[in-house]
């Protein structure tokens, strides 16, 4: 029986192959023919001259030949992954007879996407931005997991003496009350600036003169001003130096 073609009809009944390799082994060993690599060109050859159609199937590799002789070409030669994260490709290691080379992507500026989009192993890391509580009260948000969480802005809260922005108006200390206060003189009140009370309005103790006020606040007035001697023998005086706030 004259050896077929490996046709259309017979690639179908002989999908897997190895029916195939075994009539070609078959004939070849009948005839004696030295089996030669499969190419169409070979099967036509030895069609027309009347010789046994025939091939040495071998290991599939990347040169358009169906090496194996199971009718298909350059099959299962499998994929090549390169470069990680984002920049992560995979190519068929061969496509039409040429073997293909496998180039990772172009790193790009991380985002909050769950992608290492700059290739370093890491994903979503430092990626933050502004957010706010009650559209008042700003802070920063994280990136975690392609998602922004983590708010750090707090609520808004009433102003006090503390340097903080605490109503989150843009003003820090704003409208906080004054507090009263006293020195050794009296009371006062005292106010808020810059996370600090201070100011306070009541007088300060200060070196007492003759003027009838009680300027040190010790509860005497115009005392320890001393006295002043003036003539001499029988004629000597001796005068306080202030007496009812005037100066003697």
């Not at 199971?70 to 040429?98: A, I, K, M, Y």
């Not at 890491?122 to 933050?128: H, I, Q, S």
């Given at each position: 029986?004259?050896?077929?073609p490996?046709?259309?009809?017979?690639?179908?009944?002989?999908?897997?192959?190895?029916?195939?390799?075994?009539a070609?082994?078959?004939?070849?060993?009948?005839?004696?023919?030295v089996?030669?690599?499969?190419?169409?060109?070979?099967v036509?050859?030895?069609?027309?001259?009347g010789?046994?159609?025939?091939?040495?199937?071998?290991?599939?590799?990347?040169?358009?030949?169906?090496?194996?002789?199971d009718?298909?070409?350059?099959?299962?030669?499998?994929?090549?992954?390169?470069?990680?994260?984002?920049?992560e490709?995979?190519?068929e290691?061969?496509?039409?007879?040429?073997a293909q080379?496998?180039?990772?992507?172009?790193?790009?500026?991380?985002?909050?996407?769950?992608?290492?989009?700059?290739?370093?192993?890491k994903?979503?890391?430092?990626?933050?931005?502004?957010?706010?509580?009650?559209?008042?009260?700003?802070?920063?948000e994280?990136?975690?997991?392609?998602?922004?969480?983590?708010?750090?802005?707090?609520?808004?809260?009433?102003?006090?003496?503390?340097?903080?922005?605490d109503?989150?108006?843009?003003?820090?200390?704003?409208?906080?009350?004054?507090r009263?206060?006293?020195t050794?003189?009296?009371?006062?009140i005292?106010?808020?600036?810059?996370?600090?009370?201070?100011g306070?309005?009541?007088?300060?103790?200060?070196?007492?003169?003759?003027?009838g006020?009680?300027?040190?606040?010790?509860?005497?007035?115009?005392?320890?001003?001393?006295?002043?001697?003036?003539?001499?023998?029988?004629?000597?005086?001796?005068?306080?130096?202030?007496i009812?706030?005037?100066?003697?």
């Amino acid at each position: 029986m004259p050896f077929q073609p490996l046709g259309t009809e017979n690639k179908a009944r002989n999908r897997g192959g190895k029916a195939v390799r075994g009539a070609l082994f078959a004939a070849v060993a009948t005839a004696g023919t030295v089996l030669l690599a499969c190419s169409a060109e070979s099967v036509s050859a030895a069609v027309a001259d009347g010789s046994v159609a025939g091939c040495m199937p071998t290991g599939e590799v990347c040169d358009g030949v169906d090496n194996d002789c199971d009718g298909e070409t350059d099959e299962e030669l499998g994929t090549t992954t390169c470069g990680s994260g984002g920049c992560e490709r995979t190519v068929e290691r061969c496509v039409r007879g040429v073997a293909q080379t496998c180039t990772p992507g172009t790193p790009t500026a991380e985002t909050c996407n769950g992608v290492d989009d700059d290739c370093n192993g890491k994903v979503d890391e430092g990626v933050t931005r502004v957010c706010a509580t009650a559209g008042v009260c700003g802070g920063i948000e994280t990136c975690t997991a392609g998602v922004f969480g983590g708010c750090t802005a707090r609520e808004p809260a009433n102003e006090t003496c503390n340097g903080l922005d605490d109503d989150c108006n843009g003003t820090v200390d704003d409208g906080v009350t004054p507090r009263e206060c006293s020195t050794a003189c009296g009371k006062g009140i005292e106010w808020c600036t810059a996370g600090a009370f201070g100011g306070c309005s009541a007088r300060q103790p200060r070196a007492e003169v003759c003027n009838g006020v009680d300027d040190d606040c010790d509860g005497a007035v115009d005392e320890a001003l001393g006295a002043t001697t003036c003539g001499a023998g029988a004629c000597q005086r001796t005068v306080d130096n202030c007496i009812g706030g005037a100066t003697q």
